[in-house]
């Protein structure tokens, strides 16, 4: 193959990488242009290098996506290698032959590569809902978040942040590792999500928790992990029940800025966030107001008109955040994801 052929060879390959790591849908991959490859090849050396991109990559070996996914990933390659003239490729039916080998499991792990060449690897559910709550996967509008966060780091650098329904933390570990905050809490309700949550953490060189620390919460105490890290980012894991919550616990907080991603997907919800918003510290002597930013998907049209006459109500001013679509992280391309700014 020419040097521009091979020069496009791995360009395609590395198309394919970011979004197979990711767990991007399968239908989403680069396939279109893996076909131009095609045209000009005579040999398997395409598929190779797709394969040493994804299923053969460090990251995939030590952290994989789900068996099931990569069963479907590899009979779909297999499936255009053989509609090809080329010779067989042993290696192909090797991966998948491990893979069929492989043993289902309920977790997987998703590999997120930033601009910086750093990787955030997430363990999550395979299931959507799993163990009684939604907590345990991410969501496009928490990718959408921090793809946002990336382009406008200023926001947060140096700054003490504090986001609501972390979830699995996608979004507060891209904010630790490529903005530079001063402080950074995560918080969540759910004991099996602060868990998952606090691992992915450690996982990502974030921080550790203490031996003595347990997940075990008794009646009436604070779970909150304090994790520390080299470059001085003070990271916390809090315990956070939006309908018990009072003032002067958001007081101690002192954070600059609010976030949270698609925890607005029901009304009953968006009034418990709406109680929080309310309680928020306003701006008093060397303190502002915190700013607060809100990302979720549209998938109900009624809900979201919904959410913004709740804000409304209560005197909380919002405004459509300008943003564009990278898609630097792969949530849906065709999903409607908003990010408002609110006044508290």
């Given at each position: 193959m020419a040097e521009g052929g091979q020069a496009l060879e791995g360009k395609v390959a590395l198309g394919f990488q970011r979004g197979f790591l990711a767990g991007k849908r399968l239908a989403e991959l680069p396939w279109e242009s893996l076909e131009e490859v095609l045209k000009d090849s005579k040999d398997s050396s395409?598929?190779?290098?797709?394969l040493q991109k994804t299923v053969f990559h460090p990251l995939c070996l030590k952290y994989p996506p789900s068996v099931k996914y990569r069963r479907c990933f590899l009979s779909r390659l297999i499936k255009k290698h053989e509609s090809t003239t080329a010779e067989p490729l042993d290696q192909l039916y090797e991966a998948l032959g491990d893979v069929l080998n492989?043993?289902?499991t309920t977790h997987c792990y998703k590999n997120y590569l930033l601009p910086s060449g750093d990787a955030i690897t997430l363990r999550e559910n395979v299931a959507i809902v799993s163990q009684g709550t939604t907590g345990l996967v991410t969501?496009?509008?928490?990718?959408?978040?921090?793809?946002?966060?990336?382009e406008n780091s200023d926001i947060f650098r140096n700054r003490r942040i504090l986001e609501?329904?972390?979830?699995?933390?996608?979004t507060g570990i891209t904010i630790c590792k490529a903005c530079h905050p001063r402080e950074y809490v995560f918080s969540d309700h759910h004991e099996c999500v602060l868990q998952q949550l606090s691992e992915n953490i450690q996982l990502n060189g974030l921080g550790w928790v203490p031996e003595s620390c347990s997940h075990h919460i008794e009646e009436g105490?604070?779970?909150q992990h304090h994790l520390d890290r080299a470059d001085h980012i003070q990271i916390s894991v809090k315990e956070l029940d939006w309908n018990l919550v009072s003032k002067d616990e958001l007081e101690e907080l002192q954070a600059d800025v609010i976030?949270?991603?698609d925890v607005v997907y029901d009304p009953e919800l968006s009034q418990h966030l709406i109680g929080v918003l309310q309680k928020l510290p306003r701006a008093c002597g060397n303190r502002?107001?915190?700013?607060?930013y809100i990302a979720f998907s549209i998938r109900n049209p009624e809900t979201y008109h919904g959410f913004q006459t709740q804000l409304d109500k209560v005197e909380i001013e919002w405004q459509i955040v300008p943003t564009s679509w990278r898609n630097l992280f792969p949530y849906?391309?065709?999903?409607n994801i908003v990010i408002l700014r609110l006044y508290v």
């Amino acid at each position: 193959m020419a040097e521009g052929g091979q020069a496009l060879e791995g360009k395609v390959a590395l198309g394919f990488q970011r979004g197979f790591l990711a767990g991007k849908r399968l239908a989403e991959l680069p396939w279109e242009s893996l076909e131009e490859v095609l045209k000009d090849s005579k040999d398997s050396s395409p598929f190779l290098a797709v394969l040493q991109k994804t299923v053969f990559h460090p990251l995939c070996l030590k952290y994989p996506p789900s068996v099931k996914y990569r069963r479907c990933f590899l009979s779909r390659l297999i499936k255009k290698h053989e509609s090809t003239t080329a010779e067989p490729l042993d290696q192909l039916y090797e991966a998948l032959g491990d893979v069929l080998n492989t043993e289902e499991t309920t977790h997987c792990y998703k590999n997120y590569l930033l601009p910086s060449g750093d990787a955030i690897t997430l363990r999550e559910n395979v299931a959507i809902v799993s163990q009684g709550t939604t907590g345990l996967v991410t969501w496009d509008a928490g990718l959408y978040l921090a793809e946002w966060a990336l382009e406008n780091s200023d926001i947060f650098r140096n700054r003490r942040i504090l986001e609501l329904g972390s979830g699995i933390g996608l979004t507060g570990i891209t904010i630790c590792k490529a903005c530079h905050p001063r402080e950074y809490v995560f918080s969540d309700h759910h004991e099996c999500v602060l868990q998952q949550l606090s691992e992915n953490i450690q996982l990502n060189g974030l921080g550790w928790v203490p031996e003595s620390c347990s997940h075990h919460i008794e009646e009436g105490q604070s779970h909150q992990h304090h994790l520390d890290r080299a470059d001085h980012i003070q990271i916390s894991v809090k315990e956070l029940d939006w309908n018990l919550v009072s003032k002067d616990e958001l007081e101690e907080l002192q954070a600059d800025v609010i976030l949270a991603a698609d925890v607005v997907y029901d009304p009953e919800l968006s009034q418990h966030l709406i109680g929080v918003l309310q309680k928020l510290p306003r701006a008093c002597g060397n303190r502002q107001t915190p700013e607060v930013y809100i990302a979720f998907s549209i998938r109900n049209p009624e809900t979201y008109h919904g959410f913004q006459t709740q804000l409304d109500k209560v005197e909380i001013e919002w405004q459509i955040v300008p943003t564009s679509w990278r898609n630097l992280f792969p949530y849906d391309q065709h999903a409607n994801i908003v990010i408002l700014r609110l006044y508290v």
